[in-house]
């Protein structure tokens, strides 16, 4: 992890604070947590209107719910996504976690620390240290060098100057920018930008890093770019990360889980695999049904048990494997190929599965009923466990 | 209505049992107990305050005016050019300079300096009082939803109207100008500050928030610097607001160049236009300058590195330099407080400015256009004759011999119709008030001279913007004019016009039209300008010809921008309209100059109120459904 003079010093300062939070424990667990817009907000949760629909309670009251009974955890070093349309909520639950937002019910720890109850200096803390926010229009300020941009988390800390911009030119080199450092942000490419606001996030090391939809303002290919810069990071720090997107390849390509919203409260949550391979209702298999499964479903989830005699000899692959990864070896060889977990054979994919596999398509095996496209699908193998992960 | 005037004309005129008859005697007695209680031996805390603040303003005033002179006049050259040079570019500096070059050849000197102090006091205190209260109103919603009416209606009176009042409080002199001043000055400075800060970008001050900023960290770190460029530009505004006012201020004991426009209104036509000319330079070149350093210093463009910082600080500090020794060698050699009227030398004596010369001319100009057998006054006389014969004197008939509950109601039921019912109850409420106050036929007669003044700025406006909006060419080349038109002071547009249509109420009304005509023309071609691309692609699609486009989608389309258009010039035509009365307009305008000049403080008073009431009234009845973000 320490390949470079920059990472080095991103950790060592990392060290001194992270001691304090044992392994398990999550970084954020949030319960309950509810954000209603409008007048008597309050007074809405627990009673039967906050089961109304979101077009029949502002039609009765006036009120917008934006995040309902949302409860999540999310453990040290892992990537959460939030993913969902414009208007599920994600945002506004994202900015109720700092309290950016006010949420209206619900209790949030980070770190350990009782969110709800934190008084504003005890909030600032929070957001000085513990948390930072990368955003999608970058909110970079206009008047200041990109160094002094990146620099602007450490002095609001009250940092002083050569320390902080010291820390800002390391950071600066860690995502690519050290030449920029003098430049001004409407003199960068938005992807260039948005590097900075990644800087600058990364500047405060914080325990847990926000990503509102950071990407979306970009170009596919710089988005690209981008997410590959977010796993690297990731991977080198260490960092727990949550991650807004409505897109949902960014979500399986980053997410370690997933939670989809829908009209503020979460429909599923789970990991990339398990939302391809079986979503929870019609509004999830809709979203997911133009993935390529095959990039997504380990052998797990087409696998079959294995008949006597298959179980010993011939090519073995680990049962993580994605389907599409198994293809060259699949093709390789002319016998079934065994899955195997922890040494021991799991069970069998075979050429034929793996072809299923790749037809299983919901518009190539549908073509007639567009109608009932949402059905969701299963997979190919219902005997294998849904949940293999972790 | 009109049948009720052909039928009912001159048999109902406002009923005296309506009319409160001693108004006029009662202020007249509260203003005697006003000025006891000022000039007392111990004036109550009230008026003890009132007092300080007139005190603070004149001593202000005063340090201004013996600042520029300590600097001797070459030093105050200098120095203004030199600064400007340093922060807003050599085009901005060419500018000033040559605006005081001008001032030093009219010999206009000393009243320049005086009202460039009175300016400065005034545009002291008033961004002292509005630049706080905008920065509130700019992070506050609840407060800025709050002050907003506020504003509105202080911008809906005509500064001359609360000359008056001022003058009963502060009596006459500098601080009641810098007083008149202020209330004019402050609200565009609250209201551009709190949209300067409300325009930075909400994703910035979220981001500051995010990362644990205390709200004085987010408003110094990040909104003030963000908004920068906008809280120069509402300087920019206010020095304008102020030096249009300043000059009006004139009537009011302040001294400089506006007093010498007053007075020689009546004794010295030639010397009042010289004045009005240095006022008109005056403006532009503060106009461009501050403009020209509110672009240059906005960090958000200037990109300065620490190495650009360190140059900046020592341009900065060579600039202050420069000003210090060309300041102490004039004042070694000699140089006057003032610029002198002659230079002399051991042999001769140079005169030193063109003065007489330029008042020379100035006359030969004046007896060209007021001679019958001139050609322009061959253009200029029918046009003033026209205007009030067939417009001005029978919209005045109609309004004031028609019944009088007919006009109220046809008023009332115009502001209902037009904007809704508050509005139409306002409107109703404001013209009663008029009647009762006895004003009732003099006010008629300023609202004929408003709706005419209005109906042509708008006519005319409507066209020029809707061209300008047509064809870029036209609007590139209207915009220097329009500019210019924008920051020139109220009265200096009407004195022209006491020379060139010197019929009765005709300098008043067109003086108006044009002081109301570039933001008529800016609204409207705006508005016809942002009209959806996609609604214009379409009908174009559908084989619409450019003018079928320009009537039927664009037009009507623009039709919230075009009402705009017509609810500020309204307002703006009745500020000009009644300053009008200095010059012989007559009406509500005349009083007030009448209660200015003769101390006539209860038909001052009074006839104030009025336009007041009637601004208000206008104000409601053209509002149209929503008010937009006027001016």
């Known amino acids: 992890m320490t390949d470079s003079d920059g990472i080095a010093a991103v950790e060592t300062i990392e060290q001194v604070p992270a001691a304090g939070v044992s392994n398990g424990e999550p970084v954020v667990r949030a319960e309950g947590i509810w954000k209603v817009f409008g007048p008597g907000a309050d007074k809405i949760i627990g009673t039967p209107d906050a089961e109304l629909s979101r077009s029949d309670l502002q039609r009765k009251t006036g009120c917008v719910i934006a995040v309902r009974d949302v409860s999540l955890e999310i453990k040290p070093g892992e990537v959460f996504v939030v993913m969902g349309l414009s208007g599920s909520g994600k945002s506004t639950l994202v900015r109720t976690l700092i309290r950016l937002i006010e949420p209206t019910a619900g209790n949030i720890t980070i770190t350990g620390r009782d969110v709800m109850q934190a008084d504003t200096g005890q909030l600032r803390e929070l957001r000085r240290h513990t948390v930072s926010m990368v955003f999608q229009h970058f909110g970079l300020l206009a008047h200041r060098r990109v160094i002094d941009n990146v620099a602007f988390g450490l002095e609001i800390q009250g940092m002083p100057k050569a320390e902080r911009l010291a820390r800002a030119s390391e950071v600066l080199t860690l995502v690519g920018l050290e030449d920029a450092a003098n430049q001004f942000p409407d003199q960068l490419s938005g992807g260039m930008q948005q590097r900075v606001g990644l800087a600058r996030a990364f500047a405060v090391d914080p325990k847990l890093m926000l990503y509102d939809e950071p990407f979306s303002a970009l170009d596919p290919l710089i988005r690209r770019d981008m997410q590959d810069e977010v796993c690297r990071l990731q991977i080198e720090t260490g960092k727990t990360m949550l991650f807004i997107t409505h897109d949902l390849p960014e979500a399986l390509r980053l997410g370690d889980r997933i939670a989809i919203m829908r009209d503020g409260a979460i429909v599923q949550l789970g990991t990339p695999e398990e939302l391809v391979g079986s979503p929870a209702d019609d509004y999830v298999a809709n979203f997911v049904r133009d993935i390529p499964r095959t990039h997504v479903l380990t052998l797990r989830w087409i696998m079959r048990d294995p008949k006597p005699g298959e179980e010993t000899g011939g090519p073995e692959l680990d049962v993580t494997t994605k389907v599409n990864d198994a293809v060259p070896m699949a093709a390789a060889t002319d016998g079934p190929v065994r899955a195997v977990e922890n040494g021991r054979c799991v069970g069998i994919v075979d050429r034929l599965s793996i072809l299923q596999a790749m037809a299983d398509r919901p518009e190539e095996t549908e073509p007639s009923a567009p109608g009932q496209g949402g059905r969701p699908r299963t997979p190919a193998d219902r005997s294998s466990p849904a949940g293999g992960s972790s | ?631």
């Open chain 2, 1 to 631: 209505m009109l049948a009720a005037y052909f039928l009912l004309r001159g048999e109902f005129d406002w009923p005296t049992s309506l009319t409160w008859q001693e108004l006029s005697s009662r202020l007249d007695s509260a203003q005697g107990w006003l000025l006891d209680q000022r000039t007392a031996e111990h004036p109550n805390i009230i008026f003890a305050i009132l007092d300080g603040f007139r005190a603070l303003a004149e001593w202000l005033v005063t340090a201004f005016i013996n600042a520029l002179e300590w600097l001797t006049w070459v030093g105050t050259i200098a120095a203004s050019v030199l600064i400007v040079l340093r922060f807003g570019g050599w085009r901005a500096a060419l500018i000033v300079f040559g605006a005081f070059v001008s001032f030093a050849l009219m010999g206009l000197w000393e009243e320049s300096i005086q009202t460039l102090g009175l300016m400065s006091a005034a545009v002291l205190l008033s961004l002292a009082v509005g630049i706080p209260l905008g920065v509130l109103a700019g992070r506050s919603d609840r407060y800025y939803r709050s002050i907003t009416p506020v504003l509105d209606a202080m911008q809906i009176v005509p500064a001359f109207a609360y000359l008056m009042p001022v003058v009963i409080l502060f009596s006459v002199g500098p601080a009641a100008a810098v007083i008149c001043t202020m209330i004019y000055a402050i609200p565009p400075a609250v209201r551009i500050t709190a949209l300067g800060i409300r325009g930075v970008t909400p994703d910035s001050v979220e981001a500051a928030r995010a990362f644990g900023s205390t709200a004085a960290q987010t408003l110094f770190k990040v909104q003030l610097p963000l908004a920068r460029r906008q809280l120069l530009l509402s300087v920019n505004q206010t020095i304008m607001f102020a030096l249009s006012l300043v000059v009006i201020a004139g009537l009011i004991g302040g001294r400089g160049l506006g007093d010498v426009v007053t007075n020689g209104l009546y004794s010295n036509a030639a010397l009042a236009i010289l004045a009005g000319i240095a006022i008109v330079i005056m403006a532009i070149a503060l106009d461009r300058a501050t403009a020209a350093i509110a672009e240059r210093t906005d960090p958000t463009r200037q990109h300065l590195t620490d190495e650009g910082r360190r140059r900046a600080r020592i341009m900065t500090l060579a600039t202050l330099g420069a000003i210090l020794a060309i300041v102490l060698v004039a004042r070694a050699l000699g140089a006057d407080a003032l610029y002198p009227d002659e230079f002399e030398t051991s042999t001769t004596v140079f005169t030193a400015t063109i003065h007489d010369d330029l008042l020379r001319w100035i006359q030969s100009a004046l007896d060209y256009v007021q001679d019958p057998d001139s050609f322009i006054f061959g253009i200029t006389e029918p046009i003033g004759n026209f205007l009030l014969e067939y417009f001005l004197e029978p919209l005045r008939l109609v309004l004031v011999e028609t019944p009088w509950f007919v006009v109220l109601a046809g008023l009332t039921g115009m502001a209902f119709v037009l904007s809704g019912r508050r509005p139409a109850i306002t409107a109703f409420l404001m013209l009663a008030a008029i009647g009762v106050m006895g004003v009732w036929a003099v006010a008629m007669d300023t609202a004929s001279q408003v709706l005419v003044a209005t109906a042509l700025a708008v006519a005319i406006g409507i066209v020029i913007g809707v061209w300008a909006a047509e064809s870029p060419r036209v609007e590139r080349m209207l915009r220097p004019l329009l500019d210019t038109l924008q920051t020139l002071p109220q009265l200096v547009y009407i004195i022209p016009f006491i020379y060139l249509m010197p019929v009765s109420r005709i300098p008043g009304v067109v003086a108006s039209v044009l002081y109301a005509i570039p933001v008529v023309i800016r609204l409207v071609t705006s508005g016809v300008r942002n009209v959806s691309p996609a609604a214009v692609e379409a009908a174009s699609a559908f084989g619409a010809s450019r003018m079928q486009v320009l009537l039927k989608v664009k037009i009507p389309l623009a039709r919230e921008s075009i009402m705009l258009g017509v609810n500020q010039g309204i307002i703006m035509v009745l500020a000009v309209v009644v300053i009008g009365g200095l010059v012989g307009s007559g009406a509500l305008g005349d009083m007030v100059a009448r209660g200015l000049q003769r101390n006539e403080f209860g038909e001052g008073v009074v006839a104030s109120l009025a336009i007041l009431a009637l601004g208000i009234a206008l104000d409601r009845v053209t509002q149209g459904q929503r008010r937009v973000q006027p001016r």
